[in-house]
């Protein structure tokens, strides 16, 4: 028998792996009849949010770097007005600039919200957004020689926009374009005004960007080899990370992420002013299985249970193994009635259960002990009450499920599970 999926999952579906941060996003999905549950309620699957897509997600981080490219271009509309007020350009351009950057933002913008950029080969279109910002501050330099100054500082801004998406390649290639496009800005200029001032000022903001932007696109990429570096590193610590959390025979969290959980999930409690209950379950006698077989049929029992029990938990359970054959369910939002007919109905299942090679040893039982946290008390001692209602579930015979004292009855917990099936079917 292979090692199970991890547990968690939404609904009733098939288990999928929930990473330890998945757990903490979990808290925006609880829902308001949650908050405001009386202690008599029964525990109820909680609806999961439908979540965007992997390409929406893709499409929202490309919208929000278009309007960071855009509020860079008010920057430069900014700037442009403090040459206006210094006389170093003349008012028509300015108006021509802020007319043609408003243009190119409605226009971009209306592409993303379309959904048009998804049929060019790059879908966050850096490049053409990089080009026409380019050849606006061409155009305002070639109205207003003044402004050369401001085109040279927002050219390589507007490069190092491109670094987040172009390899260096492409980056060469669009300083080309850029440097030629100032080139023939200057040859335009010399030719209708031969001003041999302005030429020399030209050729010398020509000559720096023609030195300077090959090291500039160099540095970059470099400092993109490093980023990439950065991130393959982080998704492999994050790996390693969620590996130990996780059980090595189970797959379901190990003693450790269990204590953090049951903490996190009484922060939690106390905040939302939410139930909060623990089951802590024991597989009954498991003991024989090891003496009448082997180890290696034990490891098969434990994985068989855990697996059994990942697929009905809800999106907001925590479920783990404490130690040896003991386990522990966190139920969120739920009292101990609920919590009781939950434990209930996993018992239920759990001696149903058709395991071959251990037939002759007899049926898989478990014995469930369940106590409600109190608001303000510490988690260990929820898990302590908890932990004396599953002893006397093994004094009782076993294959039972008890409760802290004065809660709730085993018959009530039974009683509550028969609702919760009468109305299912």
């Known amino acids: 028998m292979t090692t199970p999926t991890p547990w968690a999952t939404a609904g009733r579906s098939k288990p999928a792996r929930r990473s330890f941060r998945d757990l903490r996003a979990d808290r925006e999905r609880v829902t308001i009849g949650s908050l405001f549950s009386s202690e008599d309620s029964e525990s109820e699957p909680v609806m999961d949010i439908p979540s965007p897509t992997r390409d929406d997600l893709k499409q929202r981080i490309r919208l929000r770097r278009f309007l960071l490219a855009s509020a860079f ?8 007005a403090m040459f206006y007020t210094q006389d170093r350009i003349d008012r028509q351009t300015l108006l021509e600039a802020f007319a043609i950057v408003a243009a190119l933002v409605a226009a971009f913008f209306l592409v993303f919200r379309l959904g048009l950029n998804l049929y060019a080969p790059d879908a966050s279109l850096t490049g053409w957004q990089f080009l026409a910002s380019v050849f606006t501050m061409l155009y305002i330099d070639y109205r207003a020689p003044d402004t050369r100054l ?3 500082a927002f050219f390589f801004v507007a490069l190092m926009f491109c670094m987040l998406r172009h ?3 492409n980056l060469a290639l669009l300083s080309a374009v850029s440097l030629a496009s100032f080139g023939l800005v200057i040859w335009l200029r010399y030719a209708l005004n031969a001003n041999p001032e302005e030429i020399r000022s030209d050729v010398l903001h020509f000559g720096v960007l023609l030195v300077t932007t090959p090291w500039f696109v160099l540095i970059g990429e470099h400092v ?3 980023r990439r570096g950065l991130t393959e590193a982080s ?3 994050e790996g390693i990370e969620e590996r130990a959390r996780r059980d090595d025979l189970t797959g379901v969290y190990n003693r450790r992420a269990l204590i953090i959980a049951m903490e996190d999930a009484k922060r939690w409690a106390d905040a939302a002013r939410e139930p909060l209950s623990l089951c802590v379950i024991d597989l009954d006698r498991f003991k ?23 697929g009905e938990l809800r999106a907001t359970d925590v479920f783990g193994r404490y130690g040896g054959e003991e386990f522990v369910h966190v139920l969120r939002h739920s009292t101990v009635a609920g919590a009781m007919a939950d434990a209930e109905r996993l018992r239920e299942r759990i001696s149903g259960l058709d395991i071959p090679v251990t037939r002759a040893a007899g049926r898989l039982t478990v014995s469930i002990g369940v106590a409600q946290y109190k608001p303000g008390e510490a988690i260990i001692d929820t898990f302590a ?3 004396e209602a599953l002893y006397r579930a093994k004094q009782r015979g076993r294959n039972r499920v008890e409760c802290e004292a004065a809660a709730i009855s085993p018959r009530r917990a039974r009683r509550a599970v028969e609702v919760k099936r009468s109305a299912a079917s």
């Open 150 to 152: 401001v085109f040279t």
């Open 224 to 226: 993109k080899r490093l």
């Open 385 to 387: 009450r908890a932990d």
């Open 73 to 80: 271009s008010a920057l430069y509309l900014i700037v442009l």
């Open 288 to 310: 024989r299985y090891n003496d009448k077989f082997d180890h290696l049929t034990g490891d098969q029992v434990l994985r068989t249970f855990a697996q059994a029990v990942q």
């Open 167 to 169: 390899s260096g390649r």
């Open 235 to 237: 998704i492999r610590l």
